[in-house]
């Protein structure tokens, strides 16, 4: 059974748990290897995936397929901090869809959820215990909004627009109790506060819905919903995009706004009384108190009104321009200051608290801000997060400096990169920044700088809209964003690889930008740096377009080599040292591993092929570990490969170069295949392993099952900094972590609703961060037995470079000739 568990002390919710489901060991213990420590991401796209319990003030929205559960008073850091309870939809290796609605019962005990994908399921779930307690799967392809009467009795659940069922689910008896169709894509619903009905707003839609409670209670087969539309009049062509019954004295109401602007009050007749223009380009959603109505608008913009009469009261504070550079909001004043030409996100998601008098807006950059609205008159900032707003391709650990007064980023911070057209620096310590330029900022606590690539800011905004579908492909540009990033083993350089093929190479001590080349004709999908225990500095870069440029960092990041031995997209290339000599090994989605060494010339270093294997699978991603010993390989049967070293050898970091025009060379994969590639052979499509192979031979020396699961492609491997545990990402969402030298899997995780498309351990070995397609960064916590026996390794290692036992690479020699 999925739990909901807590990730912080929370005495009024019961002692402290973990995921057991989501970081298990599989020795049958049940020591929890691995928990889910932090969220850095929102997935809401409209009203209905946001929820306030009125009562106990907690606040629930989606990440992925988990739904992220926080209170809005009394944690430190504020709403939607760092101390939550995450209720995992993820409990059997088939559940893997997004969440798109939930709703808190009145009583505040249930969290009701709907997902998206095929048969998707509307969950039930109690708070206090943090378990699943019912489930309904009575849609086929999306359950676009979802809602518990006032009583607590019924969840009313309205599918996609391809569904069209209205359900009124007595859920505790598991029976659906009524039921209709419905014509037109809704993307709302609300009850009245005495139970008699609900209405839902959608598409040219406002239709009450009458329980007859009598019937419904009695009768246990399905009756038909009695459902009335609303008289719209002149209003009958427009768009609902929310809906909200009345409170208090307004309690025979229904408000609900037009996509077009317009804020509309229906009688309890179903009769449109009154409508108010809100002055916006669009309205997006609504959020009714007996107090105040709130009405999230285009640019940023929140409309207060008074409910019993419809005047306007107010406008609450817009959030950061589109752009800012969050570094340089240290103070509120900073905040407000707009400037007139800026532009702002839409207000997508409101939902209000009103034992605090707090409202939580979601815009649709990702971003969330809670405003204190006890005096309209002088609303003031409560919390604030930034996040991604769209597919999250690769993440970097800044590197250890010795001289801390060298280092640019603060440690335990890490880079990501994202189809938004943003690098994002961050740092979940709460310590501060200390030792780098960088101070903490009013507008996150955990991001510390944004660097935007280009003045593009559409590319910030989030084109999916409420039941699923997207905005207008036409206005965003497929191949706009930044597919890969690699910090330099000396943490001075940023390098970044877009999806046109252009490379970037920034200054991090200012964060300015000191190199921009067009280096390929597609998008780079993978860059690295030379390790200094090669003596070498150089920066690799590897593209779609087949061809890997080689530049050397130390001159300028002049290029020094361009090699197009690939006849497809090359996925993966890393430096390393073995048997005294400096190699590079590259792979991708030619099934064809090059492995290449590095030999003196007039001008600097060339590489030249020694060996080159073919494999019967397309290879996505490897790694070298730290001993320098052994190549790990993952491809798409599922499979990890072990190449050892002879001796020597490390990988990473990467880059990329100018390089000469490809003309037909535009091989593509999909979305699955161009996360990452593979150096190593292909096993039978039947097996789930890793292998080992021998560098200089191309011979196999051992197989280890590489996932728990049967269906999928491996996308991405990572060794921790020690060489104990390596771990996975499978096309099926998981994460899995195993022993690297006996293969036994030690922890499998989910929490991610698209595709793992990176992951990295930290340097003090207590974490591994993951990135997803979702636009989530979950930060995972190992447990204390597996950080002491990494942290026991990397000191045996150091021990032994310090005591010479371990031969470095020679400096490369100048060829003799060509090597086949």
């Known amino acids: 059974m999925s739990v909901l568990h807590s990730e912080a002390p929370v005495s009024e919710l019961g002692e402290t748990r973990g995921i057991p489901e989501q970081g298990q060991c599989k020795d049958g213990t049940g020591l929890e290897q691995v928990t889910l420590e932090k969220v850095l991401g929102i997935t809401v796209s409209g009203g209905r995936g946001l929820a306030c319990d009125p009562r106990s003030g907690l606040v629930a929205y989606p990440a992925g397929s988990l739904c992220w559960v926080t209170r809005s008073a009394g944690w430190p850091g504020g709403l939607l901090g760092s101390c939550g309870l995450v209720l995992s939809l993820v409990s059997a290796p088939l559940l893997r869809?997004?969440?798109?609605?939930?709703?808190?019962?009145?009583?505040?005990?249930?969290?009701?959820?709907?997902?998206?994908?095929?048969m998707p399921a509307v969950r039930v779930w109690d708070v206090a215990e943090r378990s699943q307690v019912a489930e309904l799967q009575e849609h086929k392809y999306g359950v676009a909004c979802v809602a518990f009467s006032p009583s607590a009795k019924y969840i009313v659940s309205v599918g996609y627009q391809h569904d069209m069922i209205v359900n009124v689910w007595a859920w505790k008896k598991n029976i659906v109790v009524a039921s209709n169709k419905v014509s037109s894509r809704v993307t709302a619903v609300s009850f009245s506060e005495d139970c008699s009905y609900f209405v839902t707003a959608g598409n040219r839609h406002i239709k009450f819905w009458y329980l007859?409670?009598?019937?419904?209670?009695?009768?246990?087969?399905?009756?038909?919903?009695?459902?009335?539309?609303?008289?719209?009049?002149?209003?009958?062509?427009?768009?609902f995009t929310d809906v909200a019954c009345g409170r208090g004295k307004k309690a025979d109401s229904t408000f609900c706004i037009t996509s077009?602007?317009?804020?509309?009050?229906?009688?309890?007749?179903?009769?449109?009384?009154?409508?108010?223009?809100?002055?916006?380009?669009?309205?997006?959603?609504?959020?009714?108190?007996?107090?105040?109505?709130?009405?999230?608008?285009?640019?940023?913009?929140v409309r207060l009104f008074n409910p019993s009469n419809l005047h306007f009261l107010t406008t609450l504070p817009r959030p950061h321009a589109l752009g800012t550079d969050i570094a340089s909001v240290t103070e509120a004043s900073h905040l407000f200051s707009g400037v007139a030409t800026a532009k702002y996100p839409d207000t997508i998601a409101l939902t209000f608290d009103p034992a605090n008098q707090w409202l939580s807006c979601v815009y649709n950059d990702h971003s969330i801000y809670v405003w204190d609205v006890r005096d309209p008159k002088k609303v003031g900032k409560v919390y604030s997060a930034l996040y991604h707003s769209s597919c999250v391709w690769s993440v970097e650990?800044?590197?250890?400096?010795?001289?801390?007064?060298?280092?640019?980023?603060?440690?335990?911070?890490?880079?990501?990169?994202?189809?938004?057209?943003?690098?994002?620096?961050?740092?979940?310590?709460?310590?501060?920044?200390?030792?780098?330029?960088?101070?903490?900022?009013?507008?996150?606590n955990d991001l510390i700088k944004i660097i935007y690539v280009d003045g593009n800011t559409q590319a910030l905004l989030d084109t999916e809209l409420p039941g699923g579908e997207k905005a207008d492909a036409s206005l965003m540009d497929p191949r706009v964003g930044i597919r890969s990033v690699c910090v330099s083993p000396n943490g001075q350089h940023l390098a970044s690889g877009d999806r046109?093929?252009?490379?970037?190479?920034?200054?991090?001590?200012?964060?300015?930008?000191?190199?921009k080349v067009e280096a390929h004709d597609s998008e780079i999908l993978c860059l690295e740096y030379s390790k200094p225990d090669t003596g070498l500095k150089l920066l690799a870069s590897a593209s779609r377009d087949r061809l890997i440029h080689v530049l050397d960092a130390g001159r300028e990041y002049s290029l020094q080599q361009t090699l197009d031995e690939h006849s497809s997209s090359i996925t993966a290339v890393k430096f390393a040292a073995s048997d005294g000599q400096v190699r590079m090994i590259s792979c991708g989605a030619d099934k064809s591993i090059y492995f290449r060494t590095a030999q003196k010339s007039g001008d600097g270093v060339q590489f030249t092929r020694t060996h080159h294997v073919v494999r019967k699978t397309t290879l996505y991603d490897m790694d070298v570990e730290p001993s320098w010993k052994y190549t790990a390989i993952g491809c798409q049967d599922r499979n990890i490969r072990t190449l050892p070293h002879p001796r020597g050898g490390s990988p990473f970091a990467a880059g990329g170069g100018p390089r000469e025009h490809r003309p037909g060379v535009n091989v593509g994969l999909s979305i699955t295949q161009a996360c990452s590639t593979v150096t190593a052979s292909a096993c039978e499509r039947e097996c789930v392993s890793y292998r080992i192979f021998n560098?200089?031979?191309?011979?196999?020396?051992?197989?280890?099952?590489?996932?728990?699961?049967?269906?999928?492609?491996?996308?991405k491997v990572q060794t921790d900094p020690s060489g104990i545990y390596i771990a996975t990402s499978c096309s099926d969402k998981n994460l899995s972590i195993f022993d690297f030298s006996s293969g036994e899997c030690v922890a499998t995780m989910f929490g991610h609703s698209e595709i793992v498309t990176g992951m990295k351990f930290s340097n003090d070995c207590k974490h591994l961060i993951s990135v997803s397609g979702d636009s989530c960064i979950f930060v995972w916590r190992l447990s204390s037995e597996m950080t002491i026996s990494m942290r026991q390794r990397l000191a045996e290692l150091r021990q032994r470079q310090r005591g010479g036992k371990q031969q470095g690479p020679s400096p490369p020699q100048r060829a003799s000739g060509p090597h086949r």
């Open 97 to 118: 869809k997004t969440i798109t609605a939930l709703a808190f019962s009145p009583d505040g005990k249930y969290l009701v959820t709907g997902e998206s994908g095929h």
């Open 212 to 239: 007859d409670d009598s019937k419904t209670s009695k009768v246990n087969a399905t009756v038909p919903l009695l459902g009335r539309s609303g008289l719209l009049g002149e209003l009958r062509n427009n768009l």
């Open 260 to 301: 077009s602007g317009l804020l509309c009050e229906f009688s309890d007749r179903r009769l449109l009384d009154k409508w108010v223009e809100l002055r916006t380009t669009v309205a997006h959603c609504i959020s009714v108190s007996q107090d105040y109505i709130f009405c999230g608008c285009a640019d940023g913009t």
């Open 397 to 444: 650990v800044y590197p250890e400096v010795k001289d801390s007064n060298q280092a640019c980023l603060p440690p335990s911070s890490f880079i990501t990169c994202s189809s938004d057209n943003t690098i994002r620096l961050w740092n979940t310590e709460s310590s501060g920044v200390h030792g780098s330029t960088l101070h903490r900022n009013i507008l996150s």
């Open 500 to 515: 046109m093929g252009t490379l970037r190479v920034h200054e991090l001590q200012s964060l300015s930008e000191m190199l």
């Open 695 to 715: 560098i200089s031979s191309g011979k196999q020396k051992k197989l280890f099952k590489g996932s728990q699961g049967e269906d999928g492609t491996l996308i």
